[in-house]
């Protein structure tokens, strides 16, 4: 069976992790699985000597009190995302998905999403984590991390779930774009959605003939879609046309050949994954 894995960290974005999660599922007839990564900051992990100048008939005592704390402060993590992911699992349940599994595991965020097999149809995280400056809009940079690393595409959840009626893919001719169009002309994830292609940059023959085409591909396959040709700087162009057309699902390439290409890897993807109050869903 399919299936959709949605990273829970315990942070305010957990919950629209898991409402997102549900809606994703019952979309393309899919099982959820939910994933908690301890980190070595979590404790346990920590084997450095942190007793100092210390005199060595003192040393001894304060070393055993610090690997007897890292353990129980590595049992409390363990508690903690056990906690977290049995009330995400209730979450996701309540959405209407039957089969939800949970994984609890050690180590790093970007190795825990390395090599998922085709089964995985879309992995699902929040904007930003708990170690997140809200005050300065920060990034997660778990999120950048996810998807460098992430072979399936990646839905980077709003703070506040919504459940999507109009999306638009950000669409430069790239690889990446090219694979998200194909994408929402097969995957029920995007049937009845209204669908909008914007290409930013100047209007010639080819830009307008590889737009044109994305759009025949999505009317092809029966979906709504509207094409959109702008020119100015892509992070502001694709901002605009999000508040005008009240997108609420924003699909781009994580990587891609023209100016579009430098977020995640430079401005425009993570620019608009961080200022977007809509989810973004990111190919590669």
Same mark, same amino acid.
């Given at each position: 069976?399919?299936?959709? *894995?949605?990273? *829970?960290?315990?942070?305010?974005?957990?919950?629209?992790?898991?409402?997102?999660?549900?809606? +994703?599922?019952? %979309?393309?007839?899919?099982?959820?699985?939910?994933?908690?990564?301890?980190?070595?900051?979590?404790?346990?992990?920590? @084997?450095?000597?942190?007793?100092?100048?210390?005199?060595?008939?003192?040393?001894?005592?304060?070393?055993?009190?610090?690997?007897?704390?890292?353990? &129980?402060?590595? &049992?409390?993590?363990?508690?903690? !995302?056990?906690?977290?992911?049995?009330?995400?699992?209730?979450?996701?349940?309540?959405?209407?998905?039957?089969?939800?599994?949970?994984?609890?595991?050690?180590?790093?965020?970007?190795? +825990?999403?390395?090599?998922?097999?085709?089964?995985?149809?879309?992995?699902?995280?929040?904007? %930003?984590?708990?170690?997140?400056?809200?005050?300065?809009?920060?990034?997660?940079?778990?999120?950048?991390?996810?998807?460098?690393?992430?072979?399936?595409?990646?839905?980077? @959840? @709003?703070?506040?779930?919504?459940?999507?009626?109009?999306? /638009?893919?950000?669409?430069?001719?790239?690889?990446?774009?090219?694979?998200?169009?194909? /994408?929402? +002309?097969?995957?029920?994830?995007?049937?009845?959605?209204?669908?909008?292609?914007?290409?930013?940059?100047?209007?010639?023959?080819?830009?307008?003939? %590889?737009?044109? !085409?994305?759009?025949?591909?999505?009317?092809?396959? !029966?979906?709504?879609?509207? +094409?959109?040709?702008?020119?100015?700087?892509?992070?502001?162009?694709?901002?605009?046309?999000?508040?005008?057309?009240?997108?609420?699902?924003?699909?781009?390439? @994580?990587?891609?050949?023209?100016? *579009?290409?430098?977020? *995640?890897? !430079?401005?425009?993807?993570?620019?608009?994954?961080?200022?977007? &109050?809509?989810?973004?869903?990111?190919?590669?």
């Amino acid at each position: 069976m399919t299936r959709v *894995i949605a990273l *829970i960290d315990g942070s305010i974005y957990s919950t629209s992790v898991c409402e997102h999660a549900a809606w +994703a599922a019952r %979309r393309i007839g899919a099982s959820v699985e939910l994933l908690h990564v301890i980190g070595s900051h979590d404790g346990g992990d920590d @084997a450095a000597d942190r007793s100092g100048a210390i005199g060595l008939g003192a040393r001894s005592a304060l070393l055993a009190e610090l690997a007897e704390l890292d353990g &129980k402060r590595a &049992k409390l993590a363990q508690q903690r !995302g056990r906690l977290i992911l049995d009330d995400a699992k209730a979450r996701v349940e309540a959405g209407g998905v039957a089969e939800v599994t949970t994984r609890l595991r050690r180590g790093d965020v970007a190795d +825990a999403v390395q090599g998922l097999d085709d089964d995985t149809r879309v992995v699902i995280l929040g904007k %930003r984590g708990e170690a997140a400056d809200f005050a300065r809009g920060h990034l997660g940079s778990n999120t950048e991390r996810v998807v460098r690393a992430c072979n399936r595409p990646v839905l980077a @959840a @709003a703070r506040a779930f919504t459940p999507p009626t109009r999306c /638009m893919i950000a669409f430069d001719g790239g690889t990446s774009a090219v694979k998200a169009v194909e /994408m929402a +002309a097969r995957s029920p994830f995007f049937a009845d959605l209204d669908i909008h292609v914007l290409s930013v940059g100047p209007d010639t023959a080819e830009t307008r003939k %590889r737009l044109d !085409g994305a759009a025949a591909t999505l009317s092809g396959a !029966g979906r709504a879609a509207t +094409a959109h040709l702008t020119q100015g700087q892509p992070e502001e162009a694709i901002a605009a046309f999000v508040d005008s057309l009240k997108i609420n699902l924003l699909v781009m390439g @994580a990587y891609g050949h023209s100016r *579009i290409r430098s977020l *995640i890897i !430079g401005s425009t993807t993570t620019e608009m994954v961080r200022s977007c &109050k809509a989810p973004v869903l990111l190919f590669r």
